[in-house]
C-alpha cells in the first residue's frame, strides 16, 4: 500500500468535515448522511472558528480526495484537562472523535493515516490518556493502533433545555 500523508485541516475544510460527520453518523445511526438540520451550520461555524484560531485544545486531520475534489477521511480530537489522579497526575486527556472515510475511499489506509496523524499531534502536546467511542468497524483499527477497551463505568445524560 502506498504511503499516505494527512494533512492538518484548515478553515476552509469545515464545510467538508462536517459532511463526513454525516456519513459516519449515518454510519453508526442508520439514515441519510446529508440530514440536514441547524446541527449542521453550528458545527460548520465551531470548526471554521476553532480552527481559525489555531485552538490549541483542537486538532483535524484530513485526506484529500484524488483530484482535490473534497476530503477523503478524517479524524478530529480534542485535549480535555480534567483533575489530575493517581494514573494521570497532570488530567490532561485527549478524546478522538468523528474518525471517517467516505465509503467510496474505504480500505486505502486514509483513516489510519488520519488516527496516525492525530495521535502524533496529542503526543506533541504531553498527552498520555487519549479516549474514543470505537464502533464495530473502526474497532479493529484502533486495536492496532493501540487502544484497548476499558471497564470505565462512564454513563451520559442529557438533560433537557428549561423552558
Known amino acids: 500500500m502506498p504511503s499516505i500523508t494527512a494533512r492538518q485541516a484548515l478553515p476552509s475544510d469545515a464545510s467538508e468535515l462536517v459532511r463526513l460527520r ?16 441547524a446541527w449542521r451550520t453550528m458545527a460548520v461555524e465551531t470548526l471554521h472558528k476553532r480552527l481559525s484560531d489555531h485552538d490549541p485544545t483542537m486538532a483535524a486531520f484530513v485526506v484529500d480526495r484524488p483530484g482535490n475534489t473534497g476530503l477523503a477521511a478524517c479524524a478530529v480530537g480534542v485535549i480535555e484537562t480534567r483533575l489530575g489522579g ?18 467510496d475511499q474505504r480500505r486505502q489506509g486514509f483513516s489510519r493515516a488520519c488516527m496516525q496523524a492525530l495521535l502524533a499531534w496529542f503526543a506533541d502536546h504531553g498527552v498520555t490518556r487519549i479516549d474514543l467511542a470505537a464502533s464495530t468497524e473502526g474497532e479493529p483499527l484502533y486495536h492496532e493502533l493501540g487502544f484497548r477497551r476499558t471497564t470505565s463505568p462512564r454513563m451520559q445524560l442529557k438533560p433537557r433545555p428549561n423552558p
Open 22 to 37: 454525516g456519513v459516519m453518523l449515518a454510519s453508526i445511526h442508520g439514515g441519510d448522511p446529508s440530514t440536514p438540520g
Open 86 to 103: 493517581p494514573d494521570n497526575p497532570s488530567g490532561t486527556v485527549g478524546y478522538v472523535f468523528n474518525v471517517v472515510t467516505d465509503e
